[in-house]
């Protein structure tokens, strides 16, 4: 059996995770990186309805990292990003509730990547979780 180079240099096909992040992450991720924006500093990201693959925008806002930890799904994964108010920077989570069925954890951990990539310039991953405050990132 022929073993599957993934790395293009070996000339291997590069495999997609199979997740489909709509535009409007994107969108509201462009607005939270712009320095002239002030009404969003926040976005999370989970599961557009019943879909297994496509991911789209389910909360953003303004309020820092309080804001977006009081705003998280308590029954889906969660990815997202901030702008902290101290110094500026950009961070992202990703963030998987107890209360989530396996394979929706097991999908959310295969997609990370994914997702994440489209909320480019980050400086950290923090992890998230209801109750956060900026000074415990």
């Known amino acids: 059996m022929p073993t ?3 790395d293009s240099r070996s000339g291997g096909v590069k495999k997609s995770s199979g997740v489909n992040v709509l535009p409007i992450v994107s969108e509201t991720w462009a607005q939270i990186r712009d320095d002239k924006n002030t009404e969003v500093d926040y976005l999370i990201a989970s599961f557009d309805g019943s879909s297994k693959t496509d991911i789209t925008v389910v909360a953003s806002g303004s309020g820092g990292v309080e804001a977006c930890a009081a705003a998280l799904l308590d029954d889906k994964p969660c990815y997202g990003g901030v702008r902290l108010r101290r110094n500026g920077r950009f961070v992202t989570f990703v963030y998987v509730p107890y209360g989530c069925p396996p394979l929706q954890r097991g ?7 994914g997702v994440l990539n489209v909320l480019e310039g980050s400086d950290n991953e923090i992890d998230m979780r209801p109750g956060l405050t900026e000074d415990q990132c």
């Open 4 to 6: 599957l180079f993934t």
């Open 107 to 113: 999908r959310a951990s295969m997609y990370k990547n």
